[in-house]
Structure formats: C-alpha cells, structure tokens
C-alpha cells in the first residue's frame, strides 16, 4: 500500500517506470547469479519491483477511464493478472525443460523491456496531489502486519505453527494490525481510511476475493502432487493440464462486465461464487485414483468459470469504494488481499490435504516395516518414490492422497458457500457503489 500510495502523490507513470526497472535489473541479476545468496537478494528486489508495478497499473486503469469503459478495462486487467500466473508458470517449465532454471528470469526481462517501451509512449502520467504529508507510520505498520501474516501462513506448515520464529511473526503481524487500524482511525488523511470497510462494496469485495484467491492456490497445491505423484506425469505436462482452467477464468473476467451490467455486480459476483463452488464439489466428488485427468476436469472448468466471474466485480467493487486521490492504495489493497488469500488458501487446504493424506495411509500401513512406513507417511512423493517394489504400497498411497484431496475440497466448498451466503446478503449494491470524492 505505500508503494500505491507514492503512486498517487507523486506520479503513477514514474512510480510504474521504476518497478519495471527495478524488476527488469532484479531478473538480470538472478539470471547471472552465482550463488544463493545474491539470487535471494535479488528476487528480494524483484518483490519491491512488483509491488511497484501491480498496484500502478490498477491505478492508471481506474483514475484514467471514464466510467462507461472503467468496467471492460478491470476486466482485462483481472483476466491478465490472474490467468497470467499460470500461463506463467507453463511458460517457466518450458524453459526448465528446454534450457536451465537460468532462462526463467529472460522472458522476464524480454517483457519488461517491452512494457517500458509501451508505458513511455501510451501510459498517461497521473497525480493527486495532496497538502497533508504522507502517512510513514500508517506505512510501517502495513509492512509488518502483512509481512508478518504471510510469513505465518507460508512458513508454518514447514516450521511448524508452535515454533518461536512463527509465534512471533504471529506476534507481529496481531499487533501491526492492531496499531495500523488504531492509527489510521486518528490521522486526517491516512493511508486507509479503514472506516470505508463498512461500506458493502469495499467488505463484500475484500472478502470475495480473499476466498476466491485462497481456494484457487489450494486447489493448485491439490493438483499438481496428484498429476505428478499419482498420475505419473512430468512438471510440464502437469503446467499443461491446467491451461483450461486458466483460459476459462480469463474468457469469464472479460465477459463479467457484461453480465454485471444486465444484472448487477453482487449477482454476478454470487453466481461466479456459487460456479466455484460446484467446481470444488465435482473435484470432490469425481476424482479417483483410476479415473485420471477426466475425473478433475469438469471441477476444474467450473472453478475457471467461477473464479473468472467473481473477480471482476470484486476488483472493480474494492477500486470504486475509495476516492480518485486513493486508487493506488486501493489497488495496492487489491493485490494485498489476493496475496493474504493465496497464503491463507494454501496454508489450510495443504494442512488438510496432509493431514487427511496422513489418517488415510495410517489404516493401510499395517504389516509394512516402520522405517518405510515413516517414509510414506511423509507425503505421496515419498510414497511413491520408496514404494516402487510394491505396486499395492504405491497404490495405497495414491488412494491415500485422494481421500485427503476431497477433505480439502469439501472443505474449500463450504468455505467458498459461506462466502457466497455474505455476499448474497452484504456484498456490493445491484450497481456497484462508488464514492466520489473528486
């Protein structure tokens, strides 16, 4: 949020300009990195690159096209931002299997040269100016709430949630949040106006795609052990599987627009949600160990679809609820929730996953030695990969890992119906609210 905020006092062009350099550099540096030190700091300065980048683009959208276009274009941005992650991440294993782990980070920089050229000759320069100075606690106690919360729900699986480092980043993330809401309820122009959170269209957006975000990382962390442990196949292959899924969510985030005109932002927002929904229940319900990528399928193009219809208006509901002199910081808030959304999503449906994986394999580990027991009670790639002279250990671990996917999916579609009950009854009004302040 300080970052979108910049943006909004002193220039979004320049602020924008200056994430792509410092991203384009980062990427440079990790390419020719020669040990793990210097990558780490330059993925480090990759990350302040980006959070320069990702909230200034929303910024320029939504400060510069008048409302009768304002809607098409977040849908653009929605569906490039998020079908964008796994073309991505398709485009990553491509290079990995031609190349190196080096040529990762060249696309980058291809890209990036591009978008500085496109920024410098069609992006238009916009500023608000303010007369009150900028809010550098208000900042510092964002950082440390959201570095704080990320780093639990990242690290905490691995470390373990009773571990000192993960109880004082708790610690830390509570108490930042505690004191950023108590300040910015005392400032004249703070940071975020946290009052704004009363409003449907900032709390029913937030909330919306804090959920579809979350489910959308778990369901990530489900897939891929499962095409690659279970079904066999190699990390391009898998990247591949997902490439309808990510297609359907960007066809749907272009086209949510048009429906949210005929029938409104929360009915499309309900209808994407209760889509998701059905996707998570299919996945559940279908998925075997025999019955492949078929058996995933359909759950997986009804979460595209619903994911797609649901994030439009819940971006465009999140930027129209603050002022024009605001919109970097509410995109900022924008990418903050998607981020909180994917690391909480992760940190619950993986802990499921494991932990219904583990109960499953327990019942079916009798008569196998303790130490290759222990192995396979690790996870399905250790299962597999120690289990290679026992066709039915394989086999049980496979149906293992299935029975705790549904768990994890049964459990996403509660999470993702509650959700759509909120929204049903709190989201945003039939015509998305804005609040002029300009």
């Known amino acids: 949020?300080?970052?979108?905020?910049?943006g909004d006092r002193w220039g979004r062009k320049p602020v924008l300009l200056t994430g792509l350099a410092l991203f384009g550099v980062a990427n440079v540096v990790a390419g020719l990195a020669p040990s793990a030190g210097i990558l780490m700091a330059a993925r480090l300065l990759s990350g302040v690159g980006a959070a320069m980048i990702m909230p200034v683009t929303l910024a320029v959208i939504t400060s510069t096209?008048?409302?009768?276009?304002?809607?098409?274009?977040?849908?653009?941005?929605?569906?490039?931002?998020?079908?964008?992650?796994?073309?991505?991440?398709?485009?990553?294993?491509?290079?990995?299997?031609?190349?190196?782990?080096?040529?990762?980070?060249?696309?980058?920089?291809?890209?990036?040269?591009?978008?500085?050229?496109?920024t410098l000759r069609s992006v238009p320069n916009s500023r608000e100016p303010s007369r009150h100075g900028f809010d550098a606690v208000g900042s510092l106690l964002s950082m440390v709430t959201v570095v704080g919360l990320i780093f639990v729900l990242q690290e905490g699986p691995e470390r373990g949630w009773t571990a000192p480092v993960t109880l004082l980043s708790l610690l830390a993330g509570v108490v930042g949040g505690i004191g950023f809401v108590a300040w910015e309820l005392r400032q004249q122009a703070p940071l975020l106006d946290v009052r704004l959170f009363r409003t449907r269209?900032?709390?029913?957006?937030?909330?919306?795609?804090?959920?579809?975000f979350g489910v959308q990382a778990g369901i990530f962390v489900v897939l891929f052990p499962y095409f690659q442990a279970v079904l066999g196949w190699s990390g391009l292959h898998a990247t591949l599987a997902l490439m309808p899924t990510a297609l359907l969510m960007m066809a749907a985030s272009g086209l949510a627009p048009r429906v949210a005109a005929r029938i409104g932002s929360r009915p499309t927002m309900?209808?994407?949600i209760v889509v998701g929904t059905a996707g998570l229940a299919l996945m559940a319900g279908l998925v075997s160990v025999d019955g492949g990528y078929l058996s995933v399928l359909p759950g997986m193009l009804a979460m595209g679809l619903g994911m797609?219809?649901?994030?439009?208006?819940?971006?465009?509901?999140?930027?129209?609820?603050?002022?024009?002199?605001?919109?970097?910081?509410?995109?900022?808030?924008?990418?903050?929730?998607r981020e909180l959304g994917t690391a909480l999503g992760v940190a619950l449906l993986g802990t499921i996953l494991a932990a219904g994986?583990?109960?499953?394999?327990?019942?079916?580990?009798?008569?196998?030695?303790?130490?290759l027991a222990d192995t396979v009670r690790q996870g399905i790639a250790n299962a597999?990969?120690?289990?290679?002279?026992?066709?039915?250990?394989?086999?049980?671990?496979?149906?293992?890992?299935?029975?705790?996917?549904?768990?994890?999916?049964?459990?996403?579609?509660?999470?993702?119906?509650?959700?759509?009950?909120y929204v049903l009854l709190w989201g945003p009004e039939i015509t998305t609210e804005r609040i002029s302040h300009e």
């Open 1 to 6: 949020m300080p970052l979108g905020a910049a």
């Open 65 to 118: 096209f008048p409302d009768s276009e304002r809607s098409k274009a977040i849908g653009v941005w929605t569906a490039v931002a998020g079908g964008g992650g796994i073309l991505g991440m398709f485009l990553s294993a491509v290079l990995v299997d031609l190349a190196s782990w080096r040529w990762l980070f060249v696309l980058p920089v291809v890209l990036v040269l591009a978008a500085i050229t496109v």
């Open 201 to 212: 269209g900032l709390a029913g957006g937030s909330v919306a795609l804090l959920v579809v």
């Open 270 to 272: 309900v209808t994407g």
């Open 357 to 371: 994986y583990r109960g499953a394999i327990n019942s079916r580990l009798a008569g196998v030695p303790a130490d």
């Open 308 to 337: 797609g219809l649901t994030m439009t208006p819940s971006t465009e509901a999140i930027t129209s609820s603050l002022p024009r002199d605001r919109q970097g910081v509410a995109s900022a808030l924008n990418d903050v929730t």
């Open 384 to 421: 597999v990969a120690a289990g290679t002279r026992s066709p039915s250990l394989v086999h049980a671990a496979k149906q293992s890992f299935v029975d705790g996917w549904q768990q994890a999916m049964w459990v996403g579609a509660a999470v993702m119906a509650a959700v759509g009950v």
